[in-house]
């Protein structure tokens, strides 16, 4: 659906996108994540036109992007900001309608629109498309940025950040929706976020970078079972300890001097490979005995069936 190229992006000496070459496929949620600086916003913005390439080719459709009239590709790519800003003097319904009458859409065709759109996102039509943008919440106006984006039916939906000026509560829900969404429409999604829980959460794949390069590409589950390099084992570091802690899977078992040592904090990837040889592991740090896991112990968590690994 969209092929980079060695695309790079040059301002004076820095290189803000070094050398990127990777595919989206059509229908796919893809995330592209890395701390701040790393290139998220202009590998984003060079796939529609608003940052030109200082070298390398993208392509939509098989198409170089440079081929396509410029507003032409606009319509069908959709893009959500991180502040979303909707025009203050328009109703919820006019703000959303704003590419479909570009398109020339018919009126009853919008308005169906509108409110499907609307409804889809928890934001009962018959009560908010004639507010003011003033007249809803934070969380609903951002609601209202992501239905805006899809208005028209573009095929891909680029989000820089969209969900995260959000409290946490309303920043859930806009992910729940948002994968529901995508269930139903079946869109391709760019997704941007510094946040690797939302990466995990909602990328079929993720693209980690780091200063304008590419640093892994793949399923959520790739990087924890297999990370490239260091950057990407401390990236997701924080993630692998949501995902597995070993001291989740602690019991009350005194100091056995046969078995092996762990910290709280090893990755129950370690600790199972541990389990293979060894029948209990000591969970010990700096002097203090906390607990013991054993074979058992773990076997009994996880057939309690409510963890999350
Ligand atoms: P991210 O979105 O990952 O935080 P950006 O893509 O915004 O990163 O920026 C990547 C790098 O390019 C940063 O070092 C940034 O300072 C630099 N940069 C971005 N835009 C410009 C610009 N217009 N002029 C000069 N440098 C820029
Ligand atoms: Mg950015």
Same mark, same amino acid.
């Given at each position: 659906m969209i092929k980079f190229d060695d695309v790079s992006k040059i301002y004076g000496e820095k290189? @803000?996108?070094?050398h990127v070459s990777m595919e989206i496929k059509e229908g796919e949620f893809f995330v592209l994540i890395g701390p701040s600086g790393c290139g998220k916003t202009t590998t984003l913005k060079m796939i529609n036109r608003l940052i030109p390439l200082s070298s390398g080719y993208i392509y939509f459709k098989d198409q170089p992007i440079s081929s396509y009239k410029l507003d032409e590709m606009r319509w069908d790519i959709g893009y959500v900001l991180q502040q979303i800003a909707l025009f203050?003097?328009?109703?919820i319904r006019d703000n959303i309608a704003q590419v479909p009458l570009m398109k020339k859409w018919a009126n009853e065709d919008i308005d169906s629109q509108v409110d499907k759109l609307l409804n889809m996102v928890g934001l009962p039509a018959e009560q908010?498309?004639?507010?003011?943008? @003033?007249?809803?919440s934070g969380g609903q106006q951002q609601r209202v940025g992501v239905v805006r984006a899809l208005a028209a039916d573009p095929p891909v939906i680029l989000m820089d950040e969209?969900?995260?000026?959000?409290d946490p509560i309303s920043r859930e829900k806009l992910q729940d929706d948002l994968l529901k969404l995508q269930s139903e429409i079946n869109k391709t999604i760019i997704f941007v976020t510094h946040d690797i829980t939302e990466a995990f959460k909602l990328g079929d794949r993720i693209c980690l970078m780091n200063e304008g390069r590419i640093e892994q590409i793949g399923a959520p589950d790739d990087f924890l079972r297999q990370p490239n390099n260091d950057f990407v084992r401390s990236f997701i570091g924080d993630m692998s300890g949501k995902v597995s802690f070993a001291e989740d899977y602690m019991v009350n078992s005194p100091f056995d001097n046969r078995c092996p040592v762990i910290q709280p904090d090893t990755k129950m990837e370690t600790v199972f490979k541990l389990l293979q040889l060894h029948e209990q592991l000591n969970v010990t740090s700096s002097g203090k005995h906390y607990g013991a896991i054993t074979r058992s112990s773990v076997f009994e968590r996880l057939s309690e069936g409510g963890n999350h690994l």
């Open positions: 290189h @803000a996108v070094d203050p003097h328009m109703t908010y498309r004639n507010r003011m943008p @003033a007249e809803l969209p969900f995260s000026a959000l």
